[in-house]
């Protein structure tokens, strides 16, 4: 299931993720231009064919709208998500509210 998507707008070829504590472009496959990321929570949702491109998990993590910005961002996440990109479309796969690698909280 689509738990929430949104655009963003891309001039390093990313969708850019992060929090007070860090930042991440995460590459889109594809390079720049405007695109579409979704938070799913299954991997059904995904495209056959999408690539895993990162792991992330924290607390207050900020999708942003743009990979250039650090101010304007679109939804927030916390939790545990793996990234996976499909011709620039990014897909975060919801994965648990707890940090269940590294032992990281």
Not at 35 to 40: G, I
Not at 57 to 67: L, P
Not at 75 to 95: A, D, I
Request: charged share 25%; aromatic share 20%.
């Amino acid at each position: 299931m689509i738990i929430k998507k949104g655009g963003y707008e891309c001039d390093a070829g990313s969708l850019k993720i992060g929090n007070k504590d860090f930042q991440v472009l995460v590459s889109n496959g594809i390079g720049d231009g405007g695109y579409e990321w979704y938070v799913v929570d299954s991997d059904e949702d995904l495209p056959k064919d999408a690539h895993l491109e990162q792991c992330i998990q924290g607390k207050h993590i900020k999708i942003f709208c743009y990979d250039c910005d650090d101010y304007t961002y679109g939804y927030e996440l916390n939790g545990s998500y793996f990234v996976y990109s499909h011709h620039g479309y990014m897909y975060l796969r919801y994965w648990s509210d707890t940090y269940w690698w590294g032992g990281n909280e």
